[in-house]
């Protein structure tokens, strides 16, 4: 079992420049999230897919879509980048239930935008 | 809504004594409470939960919490700690504004084990 996995670990961008965040799961999980965390303020997210086919948004969504593409897969894509989104990008996912489920989180990915 | 508060950005703990994090919680109905880690450069990974029972929660790596409803707090502790266990602490709670079991992290607390 991979877990979650991101795909870049690392990305510079130009302001105004687009870019699509990958995330990928192999745990059968229903929920899945995408959280930015910036030094002093925790993790916020951003956008989050309860299951397969809905997507809503979260505390921070502007700037941001999101797609879920099956059942394993949640993007986040940046538009128009800014250097407001210069931060550290966390994907996560889970079983959610009645059970609360803890959540598993992928390594980030690192953006810069310029 | 839901929220939790980590009020110490640092806590510097010598190796081999117990150690505490802190966190206080605002919620209305049932809490469920989470705390996660965070090691340099690496995800968070998750530590313990409540969700109902015992107030005291055991969890990975020697961790527990203890859950107080009149204190609405939830601090972990360790009775010894390692230099290992430095790195950043997130306590977290379910937001049930979010319809799919989303949580809402506070700030963090940086834990320094000194040898």
């Known amino acids: 079992n991979a877990g979650v996995t991101q795909t870049p670990k690392f990305q510079v961008l130009k302001t105004g420049q687009s870019m699509t965040l990958q995330c990928a799961q192999d745990m059968n999980h229903n929920s899945m999230y995408w959280y930015r965390q910036d030094p002093g303020m925790g993790l916020r997210l951003i956008y989050y897919s309860a299951s397969e086919g809905t997507t809503d948004k979260g505390e921070v969504p502007n700037g941001y879509n999101v797609s879920r593409l099956n059942k394993r897969e949640f993007s986040l894509r940046l538009e128009s980048a800014a250097p407001s989104q210069t931060s550290v990008y966390f994907c996560?996912?889970?079983?959610?239930?009645?059970?609360?489920?803890?959540?598993?989180f992928g390594p980030g990915t690192r953006l810069t935008v310029l | 809504a839901q929220s939790v508060a980590q009020p110490e950005d640092q806590v510097n703990v010598a190796e081999g004594n117990p150690l505490t994090v802190k966190c206080t919680y605002s919620?209305?109905?049932?809490?469920?409470l989470f705390w996660y880690v965070q090691y340099p450069n690496r995800g968070l990974q998750f530590l313990l939960k409540?969700?109902?029972?015992?107030?005291l929660v055991k969890g990975s790596y020697g961790f527990e919490a203890e859950f107080n409803k009149s204190q609405t707090s939830f601090h972990l502790k360790k009775p010894s700690a390692l230099v290992s266990d430095s790195a950043l602490y997130f306590c977290?709670?379910?937001?049930?504004?979010?319809?799919?079991?989303?949580?809402?992290f506070g700030k963090g607390t940086s834990l320094l084990v000194t040898p």
């Open positions: 996560a996912s889970t079983l959610a239930g009645p059970s609360y489920n803890e959540q598993f």
């Open positions: 409540y969700i109902t029972g015992d107030n």
């Open positions: 919620v209305s109905g049932n809490p469920y």
């Open positions: 977290a709670v379910r937001d049930i504004g979010y319809s799919g079991y989303a949580l809402n």
